[in-house]
């Protein structure tokens, strides 16, 4: 089966079935789909990503991101400059939208797997998987 995953350092995980994360610290779900390198930064076109960083309780801390130069809220994913100012009362992620959601390893597989299989011949959607 074809696999679009892009793995950086050590990446010699093959082309097998993702079964396991060991070693991995991150997880990039990229979408691209509407990107155009020349109005990547303001000009309406740009890459979206998806990221799940490992914590040390062994979950996954889901975050957001773009190639976009606006303000883009990385707990909810939008276009919105929500990290808060005032200590009083905001979430431990100091975003007044919320805290970042969290994963397990098993949830993550199975989104890769799905992600995978939806997005398998469009090269515009890929994972990249981070081992440092
Ligand atoms: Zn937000």
């Given at each position: 089966m074809h696999s679009k995953s892009r793995f950086f350092r050590f990446g010699n995980f093959g082309k097998r079935r993702l079964e396991d994360l060991?070693?991995?610290k991150r997880v990039r779900f990229n979408n691209y789909s509407e990107y155009d390198s020349e109005k990547s930064n303001d000009g309406g076109s740009y890459g979206f990503w998806t990221d799940y960083s490992r914590l040390e309780n062994g979950k996954w801390e889901v975050s957001y991101g773009t190639t976009a130069d606006f303000e883009y809220c990385?707990?909810?994913g939008s276009f919105n400059d929500h990290y808060a100012e005032d200590e009083d009362d905001i979430y431990n992620s100091g975003y007044?939208?919320?805290?970042?959601?969290?994963?397990?390893?098993d949830e993550l597989i199975d989104e890769?797997?799905?992600f995978e299989k939806e997005h398998e011949n469009d090269?515009?959607?890929?994972i990249e998987y981070f081992v440092i």
């Open positions: 060991n070693g991995i990385p707990v909810c007044s939208c919320g805290e970042f959601a969290t994963a397990t390893s890769i797997n799905k090269d515009e959607y890929f």
